[in-house]
C-alpha cells in the first residue's frame, strides 16, 4: 500500500496503523483506535480513512472497518469510563482543594452539568477532537449507567467513524485530503480550549487579587 514518507510523526503512526491492519486485519483498525481513545494525540483522523483505504483494497470489508473502529472505540471509552468511576468526585475535590485557583465546588459544578446534559455530551462529544476521549472521564465519576454510556458512545462513535472510514474508502490514494478538513475542526477546537482555560486563569487569578486586597485593609 502507498503512504506519504516524509519522515513526520504523522507518517511513522500512518505506517505503523497499516501495518497492523495488513498483519491483524480489521482487528487492527480496532486496536488502533482503541489506542487513540487512551491516548488523544494518535490522529483517528488519520487512523479511520487509513482503515477504510485498507477496506477498498479488499485486505477486508468496509463493514468490518466500520464494525472494528466502532468496537476499538467503545473498548478505549470504558477504560477512560473505568478511570473516572476509580477516580471518583470525592478523590477530585480533594485534588481540586490542593490545586492552585481550583476549588471543590468546581467539581461539583461541572457533576452537576454533566448529571443534566451528560447524554448529550457523550453522544456529540465522541464527534469532537480531544473531548472524543475526555468526555469518558466525567462519565465516570458521575457514575452514569455503564449501558447507556456503551450505547451513546457506540452511536456517537459510529457516526465519526463512518465519515472518516467512508472518506478513506471513497477517496482511495486521495485519503490525506479530508486531513485537511479535520485539521481546521481540531484547530477551531483547540482554540477554544485555549480561550477557555485562558479566560478561567485570568477570572480566578483577578478574584484572587481582589480578596487579597479586601483582606489586607483589616489586617492593618
Known amino acids: 500500500m502507498t503512504t506519504a514518507t516524509d519522515g513526520s510523526w504523522l507518517t511513522a503512526i500512518v505506517d505503523w496503523s497499516v501495518s ?5 486485519g480489521p482487528a487492527g483498525a480496532g486496536l488502533a483506535i482503541a489506542l487513540e481513545n487512551v491516548f488523544p494525540p494518535l490522529p483517528s483522523e488519520v487512523i479511520l480513512p487509513m482503515a477504510g483505504l485498507t477496506a477498498s483494497r479488499g485486505t477486508f ?3 468490518e472497518a466500520l464494525f472494528w473502529t466502532t468496537a476499538g472505540s467503545i473498548v478505549g471509552a ?12 470525592d478523590r477530585l475535590r480533594a485534588a481540586a482543594a490542593r490545586i492552585p485557583l481550583l476549588h471543590p465546588e468546581d467539581i461539583d459544578r461541572t457533576v452537576a452539568w454533566f448529571e443534566r446534559h451528560g447524554g448529550k455530551a457523550v453522544f456529540f462529544g465522541r464527534m469532537v477532537p480531544l473531548f472524543r476521549s475526555l468526555i469518558s ?3 465516570g465519576v458521575t ?4 449501558w447507556r454510556f456503551g450505547l451513546l458512545t457506540a452511536a456517537g462513535s459510529l457516526v465519526w467513524n463512518t465519515v472518516f472510514v467512508l ?5 482511495g490514494e486521495q485519503w490525506h485530503v479530508v486531513e485537511t478538513y479535520a485539521d481546521v475542526l481540531q484547530y477551531i477546537v483547540v482554540a477554544a ?6 479566560w478561567f486563569l485570568y477570572a480566578r487569578t483577578r478574584a484572587l487579587m481582589r480578596r487579597r486586597g479586601d483582606a489586607s485593609p483589616a489586617n492593618d
Open 137 to 139: 472521564i466525567p462519565a
Open 78 to 89: 470504558l477504560l477512560l469510563y473505568g478511570l473516572g468511576r476509580w477516580l471518583g468526585a
Open 20 to 24: 497492523l491492519m495488513e498483519v491483524i
Open 193 to 198: 480550549v485555549g480561550i477557555g482555560v485562558a
Open 167 to 171: 472518506a478513506g474508502f471513497l477517496l
Open 61 to 63: 470489508t468496509l463493514v
Open 143 to 146: 457514575r452514569m449507567p455503564i
